[in-house]
């Protein structure tokens, strides 16, 4: 069964600094990643998504993720944050059929001013 | 506007009550999922269905019971079995499954006291 590991529980970042948000998965084929960003008491929301080819993905609100698939991860990273982006966010892999998503537990971002 | 829709935001019940919470797609997505969240937890997958009057269970489906009547609607109702069902319940759907991203509902916060 596919797993996914997010090291760091909450991140604390100044505004306008680098970010990167780690993700390691367990999956014996191909996987198919996401990342998403919950704000508090909301929703999901995709960020990007990798399914095959260049394995460097660009997604919205500025953000980019790497596959990497010798480490087995899936980095999030955002060259400059804003207070904005303070919020949850998670990787999460699908197995390739037709089950649903397998989440890691989250990393909380905190932006200081 | 097309997109998912979970009502109510927020629930409270009894302990030994049923409840029902509802979730509707106007995406005209084949397969939809229910997810619970707590916190710390990231998202565990419920049941998920991927055409009408057809469904599967996923991790944690042990007290809760799913309908599939419409292609449109998914409602998830947490039976009294579920020993701990105070949670954060996400709604999602997607064209199909398989390597298709999820859309998220905005969730129900179902507290049972």
């Known amino acids: 069964a596919q797993s996914v590991t997010q090291p760091d529980i909450h991140i604390t970042v100044s505004e306008g600094a680098s970010l990167e948000l780690r993700c390691n998965y367990s999956?014996?084929?191909?996987?198919?990643l996401f990342w998403y960003v919950q704000s508090p008491g909301q929703g999901l929301q995709l960020l990007l998504k990798y399914f095959s080819g260049d394995t460097l993905v660009q997604g919205i609100k500025g953000f980019e993720a790497e596959f990497k698939r010798s480490q087995s991860s899936f980095n999030l990273r955002k060259p400059s944050v804003h207070w904005s982006d303070a919020a949850e966010y998670f990787c999460a892999v699908l197995g390739g059929g037709a089950d649903g998503l397998t989440f890691g537990k989250g990393t909380h971002l905190i932006i200081q001013p | 506007d097309g997109g998912i829709t979970q009502s109510p935001k927020y629930l409270f019940r009894k302990e030994g009550q049923n409840v029902t919470l509802s979730c509707e797609q106007n995406?005209?997505?084949?397969?939809m999922y229910w997810y619970r969240q707590d916190p710390g937890q990231g998202l565990r997958l419920i049941y998920y269905s991927q055409i009408v009057n057809d469904f599967q269970k996923g991790d944690i489906a042990e007290g809760y019971s799913v309908s599939r009547e419409k292609k449109e609607s998914f409602p998830l109702t947490v039976t009294s079995a579920q020993k701990n069902p105070t949670a954060f319940y996400l709604c999602?759907?997607?064209?199909?499954?398989?390597?298709?991203?999820?859309?998220f509902g905005p969730g129900t916060r179902l507290t049972v006291t």
């Open positions: 999956y014996g084929a191909t996987p198919y």
């Open positions: 995406l005209n997505h084949d397969a």
């Open positions: 999602a759907s997607s064209v199909a499954g398989g390597s298709y991203e999820q859309y």
